[in-house]
């Protein structure tokens, strides 16, 4: 299974930014829960939002909900974040995950919120 993810970038408080995650070698990739997970610079992971494999359930943590938009498109293995009135303390390396705990996880896109 391979996760690629990308459109991290530097953004000023209040941009906004949509991330995306390129998913290959997962055959049930349809039914699969897809998760966003982030670590900010000096600290654990920590889970985001996830989506079920259908779309039509989300979550999202605290810290996120009502900002962020999670979705994806089977047609093309891929899901997405999207992303406004950024904050500060979203500036963390962004991962796409097939878990909460982001286990098996991509590599990254790095979004920096800055000023």
């Known amino acids: 299974v391979q996760l690629v993810e990308s459109g991290g970038g530097l953004v000023q408080p209040g941009g906004s930014l949509s991330l995306s995650c390129a998913v290959s070698?997962?055959?049930?990739?349809?039914?699969?829960?897809m998760n966003w997970v982030r670590q900010a610079p000096g600290k654990g992971l920590e889970w985001v939002s996830e989506?079920?494999?259908?779309?039509?359930?989300?979550y999202y943590a605290d810290s996120v909900k009502g900002r962020f938009t999670i979705s994806r498109d089977n047609a093309k293995n891929a899901v997405y974040l999207r992303m406004n009135s950024l904050k500060s303390e979203d500036t963390a390396l962004y991962y796409c995950a097939t878990d909460r705990e982001g286990r098996r996880r991509g590599q990254g896109t790095q979004v920096t919120v800055s000023s």
């Open positions: 070698g997962l055959t049930t990739f349809n039914n699969t829960w």
């Open positions: 989506i079920s494999g259908s779309g039509m359930w989300t």
